[in-house]
Nanobody
Framework: QVQLVESGGGLVQPGGSLRLSCAAS????????MSWYRQAPGKERELVAG????????SYVDSVKGRFTISRDNAENTVYLQMNSLKPDDTAVYYC?????????WGQGTQVTVSS
């Protein structure tokens, strides 16, 4: 069956780094647009970054530009989010999403907490 499994979250101090991974299975990962979302307590889920199927195109929300990098490895069916210079405002549950046309899959999320 379809699975998206996020990992790599945790507690980090402000200014630190984390690398999130999202391992996909059960569908043809290489043809799906992949993205990372996050949802902080009491807030709506927001799009953080996206990457096209062949990695030609990436996009980021303004608040993470220059700090976060999305990448993917189609041979490993995995999408990554490298997060540097983390801030307390980055604290949220991070979700990966796969989309192709009207077909959408979500992972279960991984918690990222930025605190001293």
């Amino acid at each position: 069956q379809v699975q998206l499994v996020e990992s790599g979250g945790g507690l980090v101090q402000p200014g630190g780094s984390l690398r999130l991974s999202c391992a996909a299975s059960g569908f043809t990962f290489s043809i799906y647009y992949m993205s990372w979302y996050r949802q902080a307590p009491g807030k709506e889920r927001e799009l953080v970054a996206g990457i096209s199927s062949t990695s030609i195109s990436t996009s980021y929300v303004d608040s993470v530009k220059g700090r976060f990098t999305i990448s993917r490895d189609n041979a490993e069916n995995t999408v990554y989010l490298q997060m540097n210079s983390l801030k307390p405002d980055d604290t949220a549950v991070y979700y990966c999403k796969a989309r192709m046309s009207s077909t959408v899959y979500w992972g279960q999320g991984t918690q990222v907490t930025v605190s001293s």
